[in-house]
């Protein structure tokens, strides 16, 4: 946009002192021409700058006319920096911080820019995939949050069909690096993961805000009730000692290490949504966990078990194996009650 543009040429001469023409076109990556007459519109309306022609001449502000923003403080500036750093390479963004700096007073300028260089954000996972934050979806649904815009959105929940519902977007929240959307709909307020929606189509129609709403006080609320669906059930086991890291990255604040037990076991308890969605996360650990109850987990654990042996086959006996049974047998050959029944 023009406006946008001639506030940006406006930092760039404040920030530069004196600027040729090319120069303001190279770093608003616009024509020459273009620049030129941005240039003179602000001449024209009464901005005070002024052109010089010859060796050493361009643009600049008459008298050193300054455009600074006040009241930010260079703690908040550094903040800012930090946060929006590791996100430039949107054009938007980057634009924004170039105005932003430019418009900075000269003593606050050298740490914004530091700022912004003191981190990056890598958008691939470890197996070199790439990983769009809040998927392709989330800018639509920012402007449908921002602009106030019912939308008709796709989304498969977890193990059921996609389908398609209009939501009322309110809000979007992020928790531990996911992304979900905050939707008043005809069941009430609802979360919707940003990684499981399929589509998005603005209708046009204003979004309907419950009264009071306040999306802070709200995410709270549905948080709480995401959280007590995960410690809906309670699975008891017992586990080897050496396996405590391990169900702890697993299951973090939903485990519970109990009292020892002989032969270097520990009890241990495990919260989750369902008794069968816990026996799935242990079967992981095969003979390190053995689950006690509720039965219905262990019947889960034993219809995996089932499952596998099914597919892979019974597995192959190791020799450490075939040797103890080997020594079952000699110490059962050798006992008296063998040697009277054998006469």
Do not use: C
Not at 51 to 71: E, I, K, M, P
Not at 227 to 235: I, K, L
Not at 271 to 294: N, T
């Amino acid at each position: 946009m023009r406006a946008d543009r001639l506030v940006a040429t406006l930092l760039f001469l404040q920030a530069s002192g004196r600027a040729t023409v090319a120069e303001v076109a190279a770093e608003l990556e616009v024509s020459e021409r273009t620049a030129r007459r941005d240039l003179e519109a602000l001449a024209t309306a009464g901005v005070p700058v002024y052109s010089r022609r010859g060796r050493g001449g361009g643009w600049s502000l008459v008298g050193g006319a300054r455009t600074n923003l006040t009241g930010l403080t260079a703690d908040e500036i550094r903040a800012l920096f930090l946060l929006a750093g590791p996100s430039s390479a949107t054009p938007e963004l980057r634009t924004a911080l170039r105005k932003l700096v430019q418009a900075l007073p000269a003593t606050f300028r050298r740490d914004a820019e530091a700022a912004s260089r003191a981190s990056l954000t890598d958008g691939t996972d470890w197996s070199r995939t790439t990983v769009t934050a809040g998927g392709p979806h989330l800018d639509v649904l920012r402007k449908a949050v921002v602009e106030g815009t019912r939308v008709r959105l796709g989304y498969a929940g977890p193990g059921r069909p996609a389908g398609e519902r209009t939501v009322h977007p309110l809000g979007l929240a992020s928790k531990a690096g996911v992304e979900y959307l905050v939707a008043a709909t005809d069941r009430g307020l609802r979360t919707f993961r940003l990684s499981r929606v399929m589509s998005v189509a603005a209708t046009g129609d204003p979004v309907v805000r419950p009264a009071g709403f306040d999306l802070a006080t709200a995410w709270r609320s549905l948080a709480a009730r995401m959280e007590d669906r995960m410690h809906a059930v309670t699975v008891r086991a017992r586990a080897e000692a050496g396996a405590g890291p391990l169900l702890e990255r697993l299951f973090g604040d939903r485990l519970r290490v109990g009292a020892p037990l002989p032969e270097g076991w520990v009890e241990v308890e495990v919260d989750g949504p369902s008794a069968e969605v816990v026996a799935a996360q242990l079967a992981g650990l095969g003979a390190r966990v053995e689950v006690l109850g509720p039965p219905e987990a262990r019947e889960r654990l034993a219809s995996l078990a089932a499952e596998l042996t099914a597919l892979y086959g019974p597995p192959a006996v190791t020799d450490d194996e075939v040797r103890a049974a080997e020594r079952r047998r000699s110490a059962a050959a050798a006992s008296p009650a063998t040697a009277v029944s054998a006469e």
